[in-house]
């Protein structure tokens, strides 16, 4: 079996690879061939329109450019897998000006084909049967991909071939801390793993395989959405920064010590089913090099996290920025730090003992 990546992400080295790469693996780990076509690194011209490549040269398309060589891999292989990132709720243009080149591949002719009418084939030798389907998104809802689905469901009734998988991610940019996401990271890279076994296996990929895919990362879609904004603001924060020259660590860097990550990132993880009706609220005093005030407001299995000083709160916790870095990185044992007074708490002391099983993996 001969599998046919067709890459429309204008980013090389994002997410739309790295779910692909899964896949690939699952691929080769099954003994089957592929190949990557990197669509934004070829010249492909858009479609005039003038039909010369089914009426004048039929077969040929007026162009020269990249795309008679990717029409040539594309008929000699068995599987198209098209991963593109969502762009406007549709495919990239990358993805659309390889697509709209695929006119030589069929005929003027309309035939009936499941009680519709589309075009024939031109080539017999043209093999493939199936597609499949690789989405990235930024935003956390699955149904932002409806649109391009469909599209895709009508391009395969139209040159009969299977839409043998769909393979959809949404909140894509999280997996830049894929390993912040502990298992649940583990799991949709490996449900991408396994479907690309399964396209070799049993020519088909799973609706486990695809569900496992596309798991929300939180059904806190709110606290999904403060994440989001908060990681805007520093992502901003510092490209000014770095406009002025005051700035020379990398945004990842910076990502990684910011203590408003940290505390709003434990904020979303929040489990609603230790929390109960829990209502409380935690003042973080913080010292040293990120010195600021934030609490967290919980009420009906949610977490809330602002920044801010509270009249009368809960708990209150003071620490050093550092310390509570340290911790979080595993680096530090919180009990021990308590007990060596590298931080203090005052208030309810029973909530301090329970945070550790309210909060789960970042
Ligand atoms: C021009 C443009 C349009 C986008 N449109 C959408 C969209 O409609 N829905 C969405 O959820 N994300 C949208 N995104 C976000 C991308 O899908 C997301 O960043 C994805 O990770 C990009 O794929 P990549 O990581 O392979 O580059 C858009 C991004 C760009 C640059």
């Known amino acids: 079996m001969k599998i046919l990546a067709l890459q429309g ?13 899964k896949f690939l693996e699952g691929v080769a780990s099954k003994g089957a061939e592929f190949e990557i076509i990197f669509l934004a690194q070829k010249k492909i011209k858009p479609c005039t329109g003038c039909y010369h490549c089914w009426f004048n040269t039929p077969g040929v398309c007026i162009h020269k450019d990249d795309m008679p060589e990717i029409l040539e891999k594309m008929k000699s292989s068995d599987v198209w897998v098209w991963a593109t990132p969502l762009y406007h709720f549709g ?38 049967k199936k597609m499949v389907l690789i989405s990235v998104c930024g935003f956390p809802e699955v149904d932002n991909f409806t649109a391009l689905v469909e599209n895709f469901r009508l391009l395969c009734r139209a040159g009969r071939r299977d839409l043998a998988g769909v393979l959809l991610r949404p909140g894509a940019e999280s997996m830049a801390f894929i390993e912040k996401l502990g298992k649940k990271g583990e799991e949709v890279l490996q449900g991408f793993f396994r479907a690309g076994q399964e396209i070799v296996e049993k020519r088909k990929i799973s609706k486990e395989a695809e569900e496992l895919v596309c798991k929300e990362w939180t059904k806190n879609r709110v606290g999904f959405r403060e994440m989001a904004n908060l990681f805007m603001t520093i992502h901003l924060e510092h490209a000014e920064r770095t406009r002025r020259g005051e700035e020379k660590r990398t945004l990842e860097e910076v990502l990684r010590e910011d203590m408003r990550i940290l505390l709003g990132g434990m904020a979303v993880t929040l489990k609603p089913e230790m929390a109960g009706d829990l209502k409380a609220t935690i003042q973080f005093d913080v ?17 809330a996290f602002r920044e801010g000083q509270l009249d009368l709160p809960t708990l209150t916790i003071h620490t050093p920025s550092e310390v509570c870095l340290a911790i979080s990185r595993g680096e530090l044992d919180g009990a021990k730090a308590f007990m ?18 309210l909060f789960g993996p970042m």
């Not at 010292?287 to 977490?303: K, L, V």
């Not at 060596?340 to 099983?357: H, I, P, Q, T, W």
Request: net charge positive.
């Open 287 to 303: 010292s040293g090099r990120q010195a600021g005030q934030w609490y967290y407001e919980i009420a009906d299995g949610y977490c």
């Open 340 to 357: 060596e007074k590298r931080y203090s708490a005052e208030g309810d002391l029973s909530l301090l003992m329970r945070l550790k099983s």
């Open 9 to 21: 992400s204008p980013r090389p080295k994002k997410y739309t690879q790295m779910v692909l790469d």
């Open 91 to 128: 495919m990239t243009a990358y993805t659309k000006l390889c697509l709209e080149r695929t006119m030589p591949l069929v005929e003027p002719f309309f035939i009936e084909t499941e009680g519709v009418t589309t075009h024939p084939a031109r080539f017999p030798e043209q093999r493939a």
